[in-house]
């Protein structure tokens, strides 16, 4: 499964987070603690500077390779931001199949797979809104997740378009009698907030923690905050083996306000049966 992390906060060097902690990101795509120990089928980069839209990078290189990625972290400076390194699931190692994924002002990530996926791939993809079929770019199920949601009113309801995009995609996989599980574990922003979703259908879901403190001070093995409330970060496995990190519960939605994560349970209308 892939690994990734999202960040809100004062203007960070994106470096400070993927290159320089004991178990930063890039050592997570050779040597992951909590998932399949290596992600090298590409790596992407999204981040929100002065503009209200992101800023992209992907390319399908291991991350740990890609000299570009090195020379890109060190120079951008992000309030926010979400970065990937991807383990294929059995699509094809492309640019358009690495995350995030991008339209307008929102960014989108994933860590999971749909049971069954080639089996009801045509089914799902001929739900997608005819506004938003045009932006299928990829093969991937987290792509087609993506545009369902959008579909669902990602736009303006964007923890009721999950909602609904999940028990979308479970219900067909029942129609379809696949016994694979559904499993999710994934990250919205739309430059101001961060919105991450964990949940199964097996109570198998991939990890996902969090932590919130002040500014980070110090670059290096382990991360230090001043303080207060202004930083968030929500990622797949901690950066450090220190004791900050929070982990989400299963069937949880995490929602980050004014530098603070909230917690709660996902609506009941996500769980359950479909």
């Keep these: 499964m892939c690994r990734w992390i999202a960040y809100a906060g004062p203007p960070l060097r994106v470096s400070t987070l993927l290159f320089q902690p004991e178990n930063s990101l890039i050592r997570q795509s050779l040597h992951a603690k909590h998932g399949v120990p290596t992600n090298g089928d590409g790596f992407g980069l999204g981040w929100y500077g002065e503009r209200p839209f992101p800023g992209l990078y992907r390319d399908i290189l291991p991350a740990w390779n890609d000299a570009n990625l090195r020379s890109l972290a060190d120079q951008v400076r992000?309030?926010?931001?979400?970065?990937?390194?991807?383990?294929?699931t059995g699509t094809p190692t492309s640019r358009e199949n690495c995350h995030p994924f991008a339209h307008e002002h929102l960014?989108?990530?994933?860590?999971?797979?749909?049971?069954?996926?080639?089996?009801?791939?045509?089914?799902?993809?001929?739900m997608i809104g005819d506004e938003f079929y045009a932006l299928?770019?990829?093969g991937t199920d987290s792509e087609l997740f993506f545009l369902l949601a959008l579909s669902n009113g990602l736009?303006?309801?964007?923890?009721?378009?999950?909602?609904?995009?999940v028990r979308q995609v479970r219900r067909e996989m029942l129609l379809q009698n696949i016994t694979e599980p559904f499993r999710m574990a994934a990250a919205l922003s739309d430059g101001e907030r961060i919105i991450a979703v964990r949940t199964s259908s097996d109570g198998a879901s991939p990890s996902l923690f969090?932590?919130?403190?002040g500014?980070?001070?110090?670059?290096?093995?382990?991360?230090?905050?001043t303080p207060g409330r202004g930083t968030v970060m929500v990622l797949s496995e901690p950066l450090d083996a220190e004791g900050h990190w929070q982990e989400v519960p299963e069937d949880h939605v995490l929602e980050t306000r004014q530098g603070e994560a909230r917690v709660r349970p996902i609506p009941?209308?996500?769980?359950?049966s479909a």
């Design 78 to 88: 992000a309030r926010l931001f979400f970065a990937h390194v991807r383990a294929s």
């Design 107 to 126: 960014l989108f990530m994933h860590n999971g797979k749909i049971g069954g996926y080639e089996r009801i791939r045509r089914r799902l993809e001929g």
């Design 136 to 138: 299928r770019r990829g």
């Design 155 to 165: 736009m303006d309801e964007p923890t009721a378009a999950i909602a609904r995009t």
């Design 210 to 213: 969090h932590t919130a403190g």
């Design 215 to 225: 500014e980070i001070l110090a670059e290096g093995p382990q991360l230090r905050f």
């Design 268 to 272: 009941l209308d996500l769980v359950g």
